[in-house]
């Protein structure tokens, strides 16, 4: 983590303890928690209602009363991972930060910035519903427990496009005898753009890779952006300059005025635009060849809330079939509990997207300096 920035998150933090809540207990009884989130709109949405469900549900309401404190994504510097690093490194205790949810690759890079004591080793005993759960996170399983899955898929507009291309050589081939028709949003905008970076640059590096946050990877990212060198000329276009748009959102918005025929977007955000009208009934999803990344979304008590006790009631809430139920219908996402105990018309429309099979992308910090990289060599191109 750059200096500059944990200056900059430092002077937020006492601004961000005015508008998020004290800790303290509401009405002189039940704790009030701070669940700190980040995302597209969809996110913010779902854990409105998630949180409004929580705190009317008597079986939990009486432990804790949830307050939502969301970012939107592609905030620039402000983000959560600054504020909660800025917060743990300055020597904050008994702070706002109660509870974090985030990525598999977030933790990655909580851990190995902030190190194995920014986040509390978690009791499975008091979370009884963790028992359904059979997934892991791939990085932290002492600290961060997943409440559901998701991955970026290739969405398209089936009218234009009957047959989409298999692989990524097949998708290569397809941009350019189309050009204007493909677009990725920028990657420190949105997931599915860095999804789509990421995999076009290590799918020329070994499998490893993928799962490792060594710095010496980053000397072997040439031929890759090769790729997206070769590609750029053909993605959209506005008034003849190549476009990157801004959030999965700005993709997906081309996608529903069919500026464009095609482009990597989350999964659950697809079918969430689908299933409410945002995106057309024509639209579809499929997992290209090699695929791009999924992941598990965790969460972890921060070791300097003020109400880490508190926070387990929200975690095995969120593990409830009426939680997981939520996410499934609203949001698409993927579950974490027996099939058995969900909604089985809901359940069908993910059926495919098996958690088990996700491409996990866990790289750490080399995600932001990729980034980085591609800000100064592919989005500068004319």
């Not at 949810?101 to 990655?108: I, L, W």
């Not at 399983?141 to 991955?151: D, H, K, L, S, V």
């Not at 969430?272 to 995106?279: A, C, R, W």
């Not at 939680?323 to 219908?329: D, S, V």
């Amino acid at each position: 983590m750059k200096k500059g920035l944990l200056i900059v998150a430092a002077l937020l933090i006492c601004t961000v303890a005015f508008a998020a809540g004290t800790g303290q207990k509401s009405g002189g009884s039940v704790p009030e928690v701070n669940l700190w989130t980040s995302g597209s709109d969809n996110v913010r949405l779902i854990f409105e209602k998630l949180v409004n469900e929580f705190n009317k549900d008597p079986a939990y309401n009486t432990k804790a009363v949830m307050k939502l404190q969301y970012m939107p994504s592609g905030g620039g510097n402000q983000t959560i991972m600054t504020r909660l690093l800025a917060a743990y490194q300055s020597g904050q205790q008994n702070s706002v930060y109660d509870l974090a949810e985030f990525g598999e690759n977030d933790g990655s890079a909580y851990l190995a910035e902030g190190g194995d004591k920014m986040f509390l080793k978690l009791d499975a005993s008091k979370i009884p519903n963790l028992k359904n759960v059979t997934a892991k996170p791939s990085v932290g399983q002492e600290y961060f427990i997943p409440y559901r899955g998701t991955t970026v898929v290739m969405a398209y507009n089936s009218e234009t496009v009957p047959n989409p291309p298999k692989t990524t050589t097949e998708l290569t081939a397809w941009i350019k005898a189309h050009p204007g028709r493909f677009a990725y949003n920028a990657p420190d905008s949105g997931g599915a753009g860095s999804a789509f970076v990421t995999t076009g640059v290590y799918n020329f590096l070994p499998q490893e890779a993928l799962s490792s946050t060594d710095p010496k990877w980053k000397d072997q990212w040439n031929r890759g952006l090769d790729y997206l060198k070769e590609i750029h000329p053909y993605l959209y276009k506005s008034s003849g300059k190549v476009v990157y748009p801004n959030k999965n959102q700005g993709t997906l918005d081309l996608l529903a005025s069919k500026e464009i025929d095609m482009a990597p977007a989350w999964a659950d955000q697809t079918l969430t635009g689908i299933k409410n009208g945002t995106l057309p009934a024509s639209t579809k999803i499929y997992q290209i060849e090699p695929a791009l990344t999924g992941s598990l979304q965790i969460l972890g008590i921060p070791s300097f809330g003020s109400q880490s006790e508190a926070a387990y009631a929200f975690i095995d809430f969120l593990l409830t079939p009426k939680a997981q139920n939520i996410l499934l219908a609203d949001m698409a996402a993927i579950p974490l509990i027996p099939a058995s105990m969900l909604d089985a018309k809901e359940a069908d429309a993910v059926k495919d997207l098996d958690v088990s099979a996700f491409r996990i992308n866990t790289i750490g910090e080399l995600g932001q300096e990729l980034w980085r990289v591609w800000n100064e060599t592919i989005a500068v191109l004319p």
